[in-house]
């Protein structure tokens, strides 16, 4: 159970973070504000209540495979001690540490290059597997877009994980409905997820993804759940910013001053 204290914090940080992330994106003109904003309080969730993110080897493992909400990422890894808020500034500059989709050789903190979207399951199914051989006790999770959920690979990751009974392998999607250039119902629909997931032999749990306390216990079902799951966590692409909230347009746009002063007042006001 999250305190309501707990609660609070969580909340006040994921507002603080909204607000640092459309600075960032502002001063880098350059970036993906709506999927960052949709993610936030998954990444907080994992980062900052549940995942053991300890730099050992029975640390968890968080993957995030929709890379282009990298700023969000860097964000909480700042915010956790891998690298100092000051290096957030170098975002997208030549030879920086902080790429525009996260990179594990140059990253600290991150877990998984991503970027070229469905890689991020398999990946995830992998480490998970190979954990369980050395009987480390940690537990991968990987998060998706569901715009993500189009590439086949997730599918056959899915097969795999049900076959070889990944019980440490905990998906979350990022339910926003919205991708790149449309949404999903104009590009391409998927109704009845939570059937399509059960049926590749996941168990399936769903929550508001922008409900930090409807994230932990979906978090504990499916840590409770023996093999491998999802959680289908419902959000709004640039939650936070009203004019962004569920516009395709805000997908990966450079913010003008305008949207700028506008997205602080909503965020700060
Ligand atoms: C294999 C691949 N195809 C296309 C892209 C370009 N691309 C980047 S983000 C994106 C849309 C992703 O939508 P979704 O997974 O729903 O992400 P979110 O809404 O959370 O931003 C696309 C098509 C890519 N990164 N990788
Ligand atoms: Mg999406």
Same mark, same amino acid.
């Given at each position: ?18 607000? &640092?992330?459309? $600075?960032? *994106? ?5 970036g993906h /504000?709506?999927g960052s =904003?949709?993610?936030? #309080? ?15 080897? &029975?640390?968890? $493992?968080? *993957?995030?495979?929709?890379?282009h909400?990298? /700023?969000?990422?860097? =964000?909480?890894?700042? #915010? ?172 990966g ?17």
């Open positions: 159970m999250l305190l309501p204290e707990r609660k609070k914090e969580l909340d006040a940080l994921c507002r603080k973070l909204r607000a &640092e992330l459309i $600075r960032l *994106l502002y001063k880098t003109q350059s /504000p709506g =904003l949709s993610v936030c #309080e998954i990444l907080t969730v994992l980062y900052f209540e549940k995942a053991n993110t300890g730099r050992g080897e &029975e640390r968890d $493992r968080i *993957l995030l495979s929709k890379g909400a990298a /700023p969000m990422l860097y =964000l909480i890894l700042a #915010e956790k001690g891998f690298f100092p808020k000051e290096e957030l500034e170098t975002l997208r500059h030549i030879d920086t540490r902080l790429q525009g989709h996260p990179c594990m050789n140059h990253t600290p903190g991150v877990e998984l290059t991503s970027g070229p979207l469905g890689m991020g399951l398999s990946a995830g199914l992998g480490m998970a597997l190979g954990l369980k051989l050395d009987q480390n006790p940690a537990t991968v999770y990987v998060v998706l877009g569901d715009g993500e959920l189009n590439e086949g690979t997730v599918w056959e990751a899915c097969m795999s994980a049900a076959k070889f009974n990944a019980g440490n392998l905990i998906a979350i999607v990022d339910r926003n409905h919205v991708q790149l250039d449309g949404a999903e119902e104009e590009i391409m629909p998927m109704p009845h997820l939570e059937a399509r997931f059960r049926a590749f032999g996941l168990d399936v749990f769903s929550c508001d993804g922008h409900d930090i306390a409807a994230l932990c216990s979906a978090i504990d079902a499916a840590q409770a759940a023996p093999g491998p799951s999802v959680i289908l966590a419902e959000t709004v692409k640039g939650k936070g910013v009203s004019f962004m909230e569920g516009k395709n347009i805000w997908h746009r450079p913010i003008d001053r305008e949207s700028f002063t506008a997205a602080l007042r909503e965020l700060e006001g």
